[in-house]
Nanobody, 123 residues
Framework: QVQLVESGGGLVQSGASLRLSCVAS????????MGWFRQAPGKERMSVAA????????KYADSVKGRFTISRENAKNMVYLHMNSLKPEDTAVYFC????????????????WGQGTQVTVSS
């Protein structure tokens, strides 16, 4: 069982930056695929970014490419989402997700989920 806890959300103005953090329980964090998702009001949850177990490869949704960066520190059981040049359309609840299966990276299907952290970007 893996527990995920996100932090770092808040209310910011358009153009600002935020760093979301996610801490995971468990001794096998370093073998997990990690992802960040978001869900805006009235919309379906969507994949924002994902990172391989060793950090070697990352992927991003087109809407955040060039503005967001996912990273991880396996020694600390942490994954981050650095968000720059935030826009009002980035407003959503952001979720951290984890899965030991390698194909989660491409399938976007994850076993473990955090409770989410709210990000609100005002214009």
């Amino acid at each position: 069982q893996v527990q995920l806890v996100e932090s770092g959300g808040g209310l910011v103005q358009s153009g600002a930056s935020l760093r979301l953090s996610c801490v995971a329980s468990g001794r096998t964090f370093g073998t997990y695929i990690m992802g960040w998702f978001r869900q805006a009001p009235g919309k379906e949850r969507m994949s924002v970014a994902a990172i391989q177990w060793d950090g070697s490869t990352t992927k991003y949704a087109d809407s955040v490419k060039g503005r967001f960066t996912i990273s991880r520190e396996n020694a600390k059981n942490m994954v981050y989402l650095h968000m720059n040049s935030l826009k009002p359309e980035d407003t959503a609840v952001y979720f951290c997700a984890a899965d030991p299966k390698r194909d989660s990276y491409t399938s976007n299907n994850y076993r473990y989920w955090g409770q989410g952290t709210q990000v609100t970007v005002s214009s």
